[in-house]
C-alpha cells in the first residue's frame, strides 16, 4: 500500500503539467475543488453511494493540486501542524472527547 506522500508525489507526476497549464492561479484551483464538493454533495442528496468514493477521491487529488498553488505549502506539513499525530490539536488527548466538529 501506498504512502499518502507516495499518493500526492503520484498525483502530482501524472496531474501536475496539466494543473500548471489550465489551472495557473489559486482561484482556478480553487473552483475546480468547490466543483468536487457541489458534485459530492449533490451525490449525497441522490443517495448515489456508488460513485462516493470516485468523488471523495477527486475532492482529495484536487485538494492537493490547490496545495501546490501556494509557494512553499506542503500538505503533508499542513495536516502535521493541524492533526498532530500524538493528540488531538483541540483538546490535547488521544483520542479526542470532544463531542462536536469544529471548523477552524
Ligand atoms: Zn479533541
Known sequence: MATLRDV???LHTIYGRR?????PDRNHRAIFLGDA???LGKLIERKRGKALAHVRASIFARTCAFA?????LSIMRSLSEKYPEKYCAY??????YRETNRLR
Open 19 to 23: 494543473n500548471a497549464t489550465y489551472m
Open 91 to 96: 483538546c490535547k488527548s488521544k483520542p479526542c
Open 68 to 72: 501546490e498553488g501556494f509557494v512553499d
Open 37 to 39: 464538493v457541489r458534485h
Open 8 to 10: 500526492i508525489e503520484n
